[in-house]
């Protein structure tokens, strides 16, 4: 059984505050369920719930009846270290207590964003459950948008923006301050865009880390945050979603000591996931692997990792010839997007280098004429240029009910998985309506996604050739 750091006779003051601070720099919650102790936030609680005694607040559970919230009681063994901490001082001693006289004291109502405030236990704590919830729902973005009624939370999961339950009390209207104190942004400011980031630890203890940006908008600021991809969330190459005899052409470029390699697709089509994995199959002791990306969208171990910055200077052509002064084996390029940055990925192909780059493109074998509107001649595209990977991400029925519907997806879809269409400069040109027919084939054999989210992604109007045995199961 847990013990509490102090005896059942201890009442109100100040003599065990040092004992109860390093005791609060825990988790409550993972201390309490190490221990096997009931847990309550106290900030989720509605005032009503606590009421006045003449010993101090009590909180009224419904499976525990009155719980005295006093150091005296014989009900010790259910109170947290930081329910004790806020006991030793007047000021947090009224957070967590709701008189007759003013209902709503854990709510915030008045407009002022002072510092000591936006450090209060149930904001602080709102906004870490934030956090964590959008990690463990696989969120990429946490969007904070504002209305004239206050702020609505939505997270991007699997390519839609889901809303979640308003935060309780008045807490929505402090968030966005919360989130430029983490990201250290100017409170002051709200006038102008920001750029920062902020961290926090997830479930299992590692350090992850959100890209925040806040921009003005008619009812107020309107901030979103991107999740850092973390090295042990990139799938291995065979769980991306190639057909075997991509993931052999894959396997076989990655055994290439120069050239150039293209991954093309519209935003959010999965081009910085597959990256991802190729540099951390490339990265050995034996190579240096460096990348330039704006912004970095996964922290890879053993990669030399560059974040532009464009207010010290630090752009794509800059970076890239700094780094090809650092003898690299492996370089990529988060993405072509003007003739010099060109012009260096094809130097680098041409003397020695392994090039990945992504480019936006509409088809894979549409790559040559991009690369030609930035003064890329064929005849270097010929001795340089490996292959190009065009993709789309589409989503996949979920696991549990089959697609169906169920609590643990959305519309019976749950994760995504990758849809690819391989082009070399030798190939024959095709119809744009033969792209991908080997991917779908693929995914629709196994059961994976259906061809109404294929032609979602795709367009209505791309033809898809039914494998045998394969029915489409209607969901939207």
């Known amino acids: 059984m847990f013990t509490l750091p102090f005896s059942p006779t201890w009442r109100y003051g100040t003599d065990v505050r040092s004992?109860?601070?390093?005791?609060?720099?825990?988790?409550?919650?993972?201390?309490?369920?190490?221990?096997?102790?009931p847990w309550v936030d106290l900030s989720l609680v509605l005032p009503r719930a606590i009421k006045p005694t003449e010993l101090g607040p009590e909180l009224q559970l419904p499976m525990l009846g009155?719980?005295?919230?006093?150091?005296?009681?014989?009900?010790?063994?259910?109170?947290?270290?930081?329910?004790i901490l806020a006991l030793t001082d007047q000021?947090?001693?009224?957070?967590?207590?709701?008189?007759?006289?003013?209902?709503?004291?854990?709510?915030?109502?008045?407009?002022?964003?002072?510092e000591a405030e936006l450090t209060q236990a149930p904001l602080v704590r709102y906004t870490r459950h934030l956090l964590l919830d959008a990690i463990s729902q696989g969120a990429s973005d946490i969007h904070i948008n504002p209305d004239p009624q206050g702020y609505l939370v939505k997270f991007r999961i699997d390519g839609f923006l889901q809303t979640q339950p308003a935060a309780p009390g008045q807490l929505e209207k402090r968030l966005l301050a919360r989130i430029k104190v983490m990201a250290n942004l100017d409170l002051t400011e709200s006038g102008q865009a920001q750029d920062g980031a902020l961290f926090v630890d997830d479930a299992i203890g590692r350090r992850r880390r959100f890209r925040v940006s806040v921009l003005p908008s008619l009812h107020g600021e309107k901030a979103v945050l991107r999740l850092v991809g973390h090295?042990?969330?990139?799938?291995?190459?065979?769980?991306?979603?190639?057909?075997?005899?991509?993931?052999?052409?894959?396997?076989?470029?990655?055994?290439?000591?120069?050239?150039?390699?293209?991954?093309?697709?519209?935003?959010?089509s999965g081009k910085s996931l597959t990256l991802g994995r190729m540099l951390l199959d490339l990265a050995r002791d034996d190579r240096h692997v460096a990348s330039v990306e704006d912004p970095i969208e996964f922290e890879?171990?053993?990669?030399?990792?560059?974040?532009?910055?464009?207010?010290?200077?630090?752009?794509?052509?800059?970076?890239?010839?700094?780094?090809?002064?650092?003898?690299?084996?492996?370089?990529?390029?988060?993405?072509?997007?003007?003739?010099?940055?060109?012009?260096?990925?094809?130097?680098?192909?041409?003397?020695?280098?392994?090039?990945?780059?992504?480019?936006?493109?509409k088809r894979a074998c549409d790559a040559p004429s991009r690369l030609a509107h930035f003064g890329i001649h064929a005849h270097h595209?010929?001795?340089?240029?490996?292959?190009?990977?065009?993709?789309?991400?589409?989503?996949?029925?979920?696991?549990?009910?089959?697609?169906?519907?169920?609590?643990?997806?959305?519309?019976?879809?749950?994760?995504?998985?990758?849809?690819?269409?391989?082009?070399?400069?030798?190939?024959?040109?095709?119809?744009?309506?033969?792209?991908?027919?080997?991917?779908?084939?693929?995914?629709?054999?196994?059961?994976?996604?259906?061809?109404?989210?294929?032609?979602?992604?795709?367009?209505?109007?791309?033809?898809?050739?039914?494998?045998?045995?394969?029915?489409?199961?209607?969901?939207?």
Request: hydrophobic content about 35%; some cysteine; charged content about 20%.
């Open 91 to 114: 000021v947090d001693f009224d957070r967590f207590t709701a008189r007759q006289d003013d209902e709503h004291t854990l709510e915030f109502e008045d407009e002022r964003t002072e």
């Open 231 to 268: 090295a042990s969330g990139i799938p291995e190459l065979q769980s991306l979603g190639f057909t075997h005899a991509q993931l052999q052409v894959i396997r076989g470029l990655l055994q290439a000591t120069q050239g150039l390699i293209l991954i093309t697709g519209p935003t959010g």
């Open 300 to 361: 890879l171990p053993d990669v030399h990792q560059v974040q532009l910055n464009r207010h010290r200077n630090l752009n794509f052509p800059t970076s890239l010839r700094a780094l090809l002064r650092q003898d690299p084996d492996v370089l990529m390029i988060g993405e072509i997007r003007d003739q010099e940055t060109a012009e260096i990925a094809i130097q680098a192909a041409e003397t020695g280098h392994l090039v990945l780059a992504t480019l936006h493109t």
């Open 381 to 476: 595209l010929k001795s340089t240029l490996r292959h190009v990977i065009a993709q789309r991400l589409v989503r996949t029925l979920c696991g549990i009910c089959q697609g169906t519907g169920c609590g643990e997806c959305h519309q019976g879809y749950r994760g995504r998985t990758g849809l690819f269409e391989f082009w070399r400069p030798s190939d024959p040109e095709r119809p744009e309506t033969d792209d991908y027919q080997e991917s779908i084939a693929h995914q629709l054999t196994l059961g994976q996604t259906t061809q109404t989210e294929i032609q979602r992604v795709l367009g209505e109007h791309h033809p898809i050739a039914l494998p045998s045995a394969v029915h489409d199961t209607g969901i939207k």
């Open 66 to 83: 009155g719980l005295p919230l006093v150091a005296h009681s014989n009900r010790l063994q259910y109170l947290m270290p930081y329910q």
């Open 19 to 37: 004992t109860v601070s390093d005791m609060d720099a825990l988790d409550t919650l993972e201390l309490a369920s190490h221990a096997g102790l």
